[in-house]
Structures are given as structure tokens and as C-alpha cells.
Nanobody, 121 residues
Framework: QVQLVESGGGLVQAGGSLRLSCAAS????????MGWYRQAPGKQRELVAA???????NYADSVKGRVTISRDNAKNMVYLQMNSLRPEDTAVYYC???????????????WGQGTQVTVSS
């Protein structure tokens, strides 16, 4: 059973920062890649960032330089540090996992409930 629970969303002014957290099932975390997606109203869900079990990362071009994904294997947690936030970053952010980073970026299967991020101008 894969369980993912996101937290850390909220309302922030443009230019501000947020740190999202995702708690993952103990039985899968240490061997799986993890990722963050987001979905804005009326838009498709899109990849924000992904991290392999070994720490390799991928980022969407729209967030490069502003966002950092990290993981703490001892705590079964993955984080998304978001800086210099823009109104266009407003979306529901979802955590996902898959066997490897390629699957996280191409065929994610498991999702948490999401956490809302709202950036005001």
C-alpha cells in the first residue's frame, strides 16, 4: 500500500517562499524515486521536480533556479523548497512516487491528496 501525504501549502506574496513536505510509506520510500507535480485550475497536471533514490534531480524549466527538491530517507520525507514564488506558481501540488525517476516523470501512478499553494501579486 502506497501512501503519500503532502503538507506545507498556503498563501504567500509574490517573491516569497514555501517549503512543501511529503510523507511516504516506509515500505517504498528508500528504493523509489519521488516527485512533485502541480495542477492549476483549467490546466493539466505538470511535473515540477523529481528525485531518484540516489539523489539525482530533474526540474521543469519554469522552476529551475527557484525550486529545490530533496529527500530524507531516514524520515521517509521528500521536500520541495520554493523561492521567488510567482502568481503563476499557484496550483495544487501533488507528491508522487515510482520505481525510478524516468517513471516519475513519464508515468506516475500514486498520488497524495495535494496541498494548495496560492501566490498573490
Amino acid at each position: 500500500q502506497v501512501q503519500l501525504v503532502e503538507s506545507g501549502g498556503g498563501l504567500v506574496q509574490a517573491g516569497g517562499s514555501l517549503r512543501l513536505s511529503c510523507a511516504a510509506s516506509t515500505n517504498i520510500f528508500s528504493i523509489n524515486a519521488m516527485g512533485w507535480y502541480r495542477q492549476a485550475p483549467g490546466k493539466q497536471r505538470e511535473l515540477v521536480a523529481a528525485i531518484s533514490s540516489g539523489g539525482s534531480t530533474n526540474y521543469a524549466d519554469s522552476v529551475k533556479g527557484r525550486v529545490t527538491i530533496s529527500r530524507d530517507n531516514a524520515k521517509n520525507m521528500v521536500y520541495l523548497q520554493m523561492n521567488s514564488l510567482r502568481p503563476e506558481d499557484t496550483a495544487v501540488y501533488y507528491c508522487t512516487t515510482a520505481r525510478n525517476i524516468v517513471l516519475v516523470t513519464t508515468a506516475p501512478r500514486y498520488w497524495g491528496q495535494g496541498t494548495q499553494v496560492t501566490v498573490s501579486s
